[in-house]
């Protein structure tokens, strides 16, 4: 099952997230959907209305950014670690 | 008279509160590090809302009612799925920019004016935002509003008639003033009078930069609004609006404007230089405030810096409550006036950038 890594960042809205969960999932959006399964609301903290990520959130799958912003259709394997963190913007 | 003041700012909220002594101090800070895009207290049951603008995790509401010893997350509106603010854009929650609480309902509802130009009630018990259709779909939306200052187009001020909030009016940045008459199902623009000196027809009916809109609770009809090319009031509920400006002083351009709610001929405004150079007139920090309905503006600057100063007055940050007036700007400062303007004093000068600030109890 994919392992998932998040910012510490969202600790401070989500105290019981922890740092690595495993979720089951073939895409992205579906991990996304597990993620909110456990955790009501946190989907709305990375992704917009329409289902975009968030201009200013990035995903990786291993070392490579998801190519799929739009439909977070990027595919996932069993063994694969995906790592939800904030882009570093802002001051 | 209230007591407490509530201070959105660019890291967070600020509360101060007036003290035995009548001094206003600092009690608590909430949010620390997180953009508040806007603070209000609902006049029906006390409750505190902010909205949050974080920089990466998007825009979230938050609500206490318990005088921000706790706060709970309430869902942000949504555009529905499939609205578009223009061919090829989906519409997303990109600000929250008022708040205002309809009398009639009870505490059911709050309406939210949010960029890119949508209207929103919330319905508290339910956590649902519906988005009001018949403004989003005014014929005028997709080619006559646009972003100023902002992206898109945003509602920065919901004005209800006190006497039948199914009356009521929004300003909007950029297109006008829009009112309705039926609760939201028509709506109807409310320019006339005013000047859009930056479209080639300055006189077209929809285009207009109202910075913020106020109407008299006591004398609803009579309403002020400082707008990009000047300030304007209008005794008849925005069938004429007048131009009040002194042009050749101080009171012309801005963004912020408190009226008194007693006398709604009078009125206080933040004047910039230009729309060019947005830094107070010769550098120099004043406040204008009329007595007259603006055929007359005095220059009140006592206890302002009078040199080097680069502070600007957001729409929502200069407020009043009779003869006390607060205002909060771009540069942390914060001055308080005890005597309708007549004499400042800084209340604090390290804060970070202020958005808004609400009185509450």
Same mark, same amino acid.
């Given at each position: 099952m994919p392992k998932v890594s998040f910012t510490k960042a969202l600790k401070r809205f989500y105290p019981t997230l922890e740092n690595k969960i495993y979720i089951k999932g073939d895409n992205i959006s579906e991990i996304l959907d597990g993620i909110e399964e456990k955790h009501p609301g946190i989907k709305d903290y990375i992704v917009e209305e329409n289902g975009q990520l968030r201009k200013h959130v990035n995903i990786f799958c291993g070392e490579d950014p998801i190519d799929d912003r739009i439909t977070l259709s990027d595919m996932v394997g069993e063994e694969d670690e995906v790592f939800i963190i904030q882009a570093l913007s802002g001051g | 008279m209230k007591n407490k003041l509530l201070v959105a700012t660019r890291k967070g909220l600020i509360v101060f509160q007036r003290d035995a002594v009548s001094k206003w101090k600092v009690i608590g800070a909430h949010f620390n590090g997180i953009p508040v895009s806007m603070v209000y207290e609902d006049p029906r049951d006390g409750n505190w809302w902010v909205s949050l603008d974080h920089g990466h995790w998007g825009i979230? &509401?938050?609500?206490?009612?318990?005088? $921000?010893?706790? =706060?709970?997350?309430?869902e942000a509106p949504k555009y529905p799925e499939g609205t578009l603010v223009k061919e090829g854009v989906d519409a997303t929650l990109r600000y929250i920019w008022a708040f205002a609480a309809p009398s009639s309902d009870g505490s059911n509802s709050l309406l939210i004016g949010t960029e890119p130009g949508g209207l929103f009630r919330l319905n508290i018990q339910t956590s649902e935002s519906k988005l009001n259709q018949s403004l989003w779909n005014h014929p005028s939306r997709t080619d006559q509003w646009f972003g100023g200052g902002r992206d898109y187009p945003g509602i920065h001020s919901i004005v209800l008639d006190p006497r039948n909030d199914q009356h009521m009016y929004v300003g909007i940045s950029v297109a006008g003033v829009f009112e309705t008459q039926d609760g939201g199902n028509s709506w109807m623009p409310k320019n006339k009078g005013l000047k859009a000196e930056f479209l080639p027809n300055p006189d077209a009916e929809i285009g207009h930069d109202p910075h913020i809109l106020l109407a008299s609770s006591k004398q609803p009809d009579y309403m002020w609004q400082q707008n990009h090319c000047g300030i304007y009031r209008t005794e008849n509920g925005g069938d004429q609006w007048i131009d009040v400006s002194d042009r050749d002083g101080e009171a012309y351009f801005g963004f912020a404007l408190a009226m008194d709610d007693e006398y709604p001929e009078r009125a206080w405004v933040a004047p910039a230089q230009?729309? #060019? !150079?947005?830094?107070? !007139?010769?550098?120099? &920090? %004043? !406040? %204008?405030?009329? #007595?007259?309905? $603006?055929?007359? =503006?005095n220059t009140l600057n006592s206890g302002l810096p009078q040199s080097y100063a680069y502070d600007i007055i957001y729409r929502h940050c200069l407020i009043n409550q009779q003869d006390e007036l607060f205002f909060g700007t771009t540069t942390g400062n914060l001055f308080y006036s005890s005597d309708g303007g007549d004499h400042w004093e800084a209340l604090h000068q390290f804060l970070p950038m202020v958005y808004c600030l609400t009185w509450a109890d």
């Open positions: - | 979230k &509401l938050h609500k206490s009612n318990d005088k $921000g010893k706790t =706060w709970e997350e309430v230009s729309d #060019e !150079i947005r830094v107070p !007139i010769d550098q120099k &920090l %004043c !406040i %204008c405030r009329t #007595e007259d309905g $603006g055929k007359n =503006w």
